[in-house]
């Protein structure tokens, strides 16, 4: 149902005050407060009609401007059309949207210069540019929306001990000889067809590519085939370099993290984003289960009602490790009973990585907690990382934490993870 941007007339009976934090979609999908969804339509309707409006978020921005756009437009209205931000004459917001990422964000535009020459005209340089966004949020934008209207509290300022300590650090896995030798050869073959491709501003490749070497070294127990999405051409090709019993280093490390916390009587949730075509949860749990670990895989199929009674029954079972897709569990579940998280991969999306990384940080939790990211080292995992922790910094800073490299830790060399990955891999 779309309704409109209209703001309504305050309510004159006794409500007076709304508190409103992010939730659940009618589908069951997670939906960010700052997303241009339905839930954040109905959100706009319930902060017109009360006199006064409090939103909690633990995550109010992704990295980008426009990440704010339509949360400000929907309790700020009247200042955001003072700036000029509106609907044009279709209803669309798209417009307004940009013009606030020039505003107030980072953009840039990027210039490619060619030799013309098509039969057609005559030879001569052709000039073309296009433009991306990068992460960031200008001083104006804060000093104006976020600072006169925003509190940053965090349950760490209260005192009394409400959170334990909470730790992150970051694995580098050296891989097994043959894996180093055989990702080597695949991402030069990779690399080098992604560079023609990019030449004739063919764009195709760019997804296939990256997928495939973040996820190979993860998934080299089994033969990879990479074909051409387009023309279904081979294009590599890797035979299985681990065995169905034989454990890869990364997670020979996972095997080593989770013995070593349940001597702790700790619990881990281990997190893969390999759950479905390239599944690794089965061969995880298997590899587990070997050296005598009770483990529980939680999957898509349970449903998302049902999802915390059903990891507290396994709880109830005694098992020692939980293994699962973050976005499973990325909102709404609080996990105390696993002290310990292990990323084997985070994906792209700095919402779910935040998210995933304290679901048993919260309050009401004894134990420390530590997370720990798994990442192969010498591969593109580890510079996916890299490029995660830079946008996580930005959105921190927004968020009241200005992290120690202070602007340094703008990544304006991409327009997102996917695209500054793969900056840095055809520049390798």
């Known amino acids: ?242 065995g169905e019993e034989e454990p890869m280093p990364k997670e020979q490390a996972l095997v080593d993290l989770c013995l070593a916390e349940k001597a702790k009587n700790r619990k881990v949730l281990a997190y893969t984003v390999y759950s479905g075509t390239r599944d690794t949860t089965g061969r995880l749990k298997r590899m587990l289960e070997q050296v005598g670990l009770k483990v529980a895989v939680l999957r898509a199929s349970v449903d998302t009602a049902r999802r915390e009674d059903w990891i507290l029954d396994q709880v109830d079972r005694g098992i020692d490790v939980l293994i699962t897709n973050p976005e499973l569990v990325k909102t709404g579940l609080d996990l105390l009973d696993f002290p310990t998280i292990a990323f084997l991969q985070t994906g792209y999306n700095c919402y779910t990585l935040q998210q995933a990384a304290r679901r048993s940080w919260r309050i009401g939790q004894k134990h420390p907690v530590r997370v720990v990211f798994f990442g192969y080292a010498g591969s593109s995992q580890i510079t996916c990382l890299q490029l995660m922790a830079k946008k996580i910094a930005v959105a921190q800073s927004t968020s009241g934490d200005v992290p120690e490299s202070g602007l340094d830790s703008l990544n304006q060399d991409g327009d997102s993870v996917e695209m500054a990955l793969a900056r840095q891999l055809i520049a390798a």
């Open 1 to 242: 149902m779309n309704m409109g941007f209209e703001r309504l007339e305050p309510y004159e009976g006794k409500l007076s005050c709304t508190v409103l934090r992010g939730g659940w979609a009618s589908n069951g999908r997670s939906l960010p407060d700052n997303s241009g969804s339905a839930q954040g339509q109905a959100m706009g309707v319930l902060a017109a009609k009360a006199r006064k409006t409090v939103l909690l978020t633990g995550t109010l921005m992704g990295g980008y401007a426009d990440d704010l756009f339509f949360l400000l437009f929907r309790i700020l209205t009247r200042r955001m059309i003072e700036d000029g931000y509106r609907p044009n004459a279709r209803g669309s917001m798209a417009p307004a949207a940009m013009s606030f990422m020039r505003d107030h964000g980072v953009l840039k535009d990027i210039y490619t210069e060619r030799d013309g020459n098509s039969h057609k005209t005559a030879k001569g340089k052709k000039l073309s540019v296009r433009t991306v966004k990068a992460p960031g949020f200008g001083p104006k934008g804060i000093h104006r929306f976020v600072l006169p209207f925003t509190v940053f509290l965090k349950l760490k300022d209260i005192g009394g001990n409400v959170l334990p300590d909470y730790q992150e650090e970051f694995v580098d896995v050296p891989m097994a000889p043959e894996q180093a030798s055989a990702y080597q050869r695949l991402a030069a073959t990779l690399t080098a067809e992604l560079r023609q491709a990019l030449a004739r501003r063919d764009t195709t490749l760019l997804g296939v590519v990256l997928n495939v070497l973040l996820a190979w070294p993860d998934c080299c127990f089994r033969p990879e085939v990479v074909k051409h999405p387009r023309t279904r051409n081979t294009l590599a090709f890797v035979p299985s370099i681990f």
